[in-house]
């Protein structure tokens, strides 16, 4: 099994810093760049949530410029996480497979060869 890996520190600065300000900064941003690529929009309707590309790409630009006390607190909490579950105890579970699951997993798999 491979090892569980920690956030990258911008995923840490979202989940610290997104409900104090940074999403509504990012959807305010969302808002402009709506708005410029589709001036036809019906100033009635609603702006469509940012979509997920656009909040990593700026949640990352938005990290990168913070202040090295902010980014120090990022880093201090990100160590301090547990690390993330692999992949096969996100799908798994910790406990793993008994023998008849592994051989439906396997079989499974054979077919995606």
Known sequence: MKPKKLLPEWQTYSTLYYKEGLGERIQAEWKITYLENNPGHDPGAEIPAAPIAFRN?????????ETEDVKERVRETRNAAPRTASIEEQVI???????DEEQRVNMLASYQR
């Open 93 to 99: 579970g910790p406990g793993g497979l008994n023998d």
């Open 57 to 65: 790409e700026k949640t990352r630009d938005h990290f990168e410029a």
